[in-house]
């Protein structure tokens, strides 16, 4: 039983146990005051008063009942609430990675991530440069490529064997940089990656803006 009911039926009892020693202390007084015939007629108007009083108290009483239902219901949905808010903002799953060193691009190949600089949740594998997911959910994530001037590049992001987002890096007097970005519903387990279809014979991937990220938008998926 909590504070709230406690202090309404104390309450409660405090008003009953008032009209009751009104009702006795007026009986007293009529028997003393007028006649038989008079008095008893009184006595029924306030008997018939304590009832009302009596039945007013009791639906007060169900009211409160129901205003206690009421609250205990919304601290429910309100913790339930705060638990999944806490939940989503211990869980943040995150990662951005770059390239160490100029690479020589294998076709269909993983590019060589090695240089992690945020790797929330660890689930970013450099072994294997690739980033799993560790819960079904919504993601995005981004990459940036930069070759030298008078090549190309075509570098894919590979969703489960699956290419999910396609840039083309390549120009023929600057240093040039193309960036794509994706956004998948992947299922716990499930890779993504960046691999280079095609490039020119003599394309490398710089490091100075060559990249890739990603992290968790929501795990709900509908």
Aim: charged share 15%.
């Amino acid at each position: 039983m909590t504070n709230m009911d406690i202090e309404s039926r104390h309450i409660i009892l405090f008003f009953s146990f008032l009209t009751i020693s009104q009702i006795l202390l007026g009986t007293v007084i009529l028997r003393h005051s007028v006649g038989t015939s008079d008095c008893c007629s009184m006595i029924q108007d306030i008997y018939d008063l304590a009832e009302d009083v009596s039945k007013s108290l009791t639906e007060t009483n169900q009211n409160l009942t129901t205003v206690q239902k009421d609250v205990n219901s919304t601290r429910a949905v309100l913790g339930k609430v705060s638990a999944e808010i806490a939940a989503e903002n211990i869980t943040i799953t995150s990662f951005y990675v770059v390239p160490n060193t100029t690479i020589k691009p294998l076709p269909y190949q993983p590019v060589r991530f090695d240089k992690v600089l945020v790797n929330v949740g660890g689930n970013f594998k450099g072994a294997k440069c690739k980033f799993y997911a560790d819960r079904s959910g919504v993601y995005t994530f981004t990459w940036s490529i930069e070759t030298t001037y008078g090549n190309y590049i075509f570098s894919e992001l590979i969703y489960d064997d699956f290419v999910a987002g396609a840039i083309l890096t390549g120009d023929q007097v600057n240093y040039s940089v193309a960036t794509g970005t994706v956004v998948i519903t992947m299922e716990k387990g499930e890779s993504v990656w960046i691999r280079v279809s095609e490039s020119s014979s003599g394309a490398t991937i710089q490091p100075t803006m060559t990249s890739f990220s990603g992290f968790l938008i929501s795990t709900h998926t509908q």
